[in-house]
């Protein structure tokens, strides 16, 4: 075992992420949500936010998402989408320009566009990190929340990149929102783990960029899936289809 591997061990047993299994039902009312799998954070040369070379983490959740995306719309369950998309003029901070509206970065990866035509599916563009408030329209309604409202869920499961930071201030947001009583009827927010990646920008990389904050992959998905379960998450490592 390498150093940093075990530097890596040692910091994931100072914070545990104890990960459930989930059993889905159709009594369940259960909707999935996908946070950002699109070609701009997931596809290799896809832009400055792209991997530059194979990600194992990524592409496990691309394949992932896609797998959960099937037996939802098999069962017509319902489905929630984002996709980031950004107006060329207006940057968002701190990141360089990226899932440009009208390009191929701000499109679903190519495992997931089969969604653009499913009746299950609620596409949401957004221009904002955190999808629930990427969700907010002009005259004060919440597409997410309409949607919650509408399907009557009780329970979603999340799934997308990054875990760190799009798919927890979502989560973050969604469970305060749910705790503040506005998201009737939700109950629960599942994370799956293995459908969740964040990018991977080690520190001998980022100290040769300005501006540039580290960012180890296995160690910031790690804080992710912890900082979420600690808000009120479930973490789970396996879902399955009951009855
Ligand atoms: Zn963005």
């Not at 040692?10 to 104890?18: A, G, H, M, S």
């Not at 946070?35 to 394949?63: L, R, W, Y």
């Not at 899932?99 to 949401?124: F, H, M, N, Y």
């Not at 994370?191 to 969740?196: D, E, K, P, W």
Request: proline residues 5%.
């Amino acid at each position: 075992m390498s150093t940093d591997e075990t530097i890596l061990n040692q910091l994931k047993k100072e914070i545990p992420v104890d990960e459930e299994s989930l059993v889905l039902n159709p009594d369940s009312r259960v909707g999935l949500v996908i946070v950002d799998v699109v070609n701009g954070f997931c596809t290799v040369g896809s832009g400055n936010m792209a991997p530059t070379k194979h990600n194992e983490q990524i592409s496990k959740m691309v394949e992932e998402s896609a797998k959960l995306a099937r037996e939802f719309c098999n069962r017509k369950w319902p489905i929630f989408a984002f996709l980031d998309s950004h107006h060329p003029d207006i940057l968002e901070v701190p990141y360089p320009p990226h899932c440009i509206i009208g390009t191929d970065e701000s499109k679903l990866v190519p495992a997931l566009q089969w969604l653009e035509s499913e009746s299950c599916v609620t596409l949401r563009r957004k221009d904002c990190i955190n999808g629930f408030v990427g969700s907010m329209e002009k005259d004060g309604s919440n597409v997410f929340v309409d949607w919650v409202k509408e399907k009557q869920i009780k329970a979603i499961v999340v799934v997308g990149i990054c875990t760190d930071i799009c798919v927890f201030d979502f989560v973050a947001t969604v469970i305060s929102a749910r705790n503040h009583s506005v998201l009737p009827p939700l109950e629960d927010v599942a994370v799956y783990s293995h459908g969740c990646a964040t990018f991977d920008l080690p520190l001998h990389v980022a100290k040769d960029i300005k501006g540039a904050q580290a960012h180890p992959q296995e160690l910031m998905h790690h804080i992710g899936l912890y900082m979420a379960k600690g808000r009120g998450a479930k973490v789970v490592s396996e879902i399955s289809f009951g009855q």
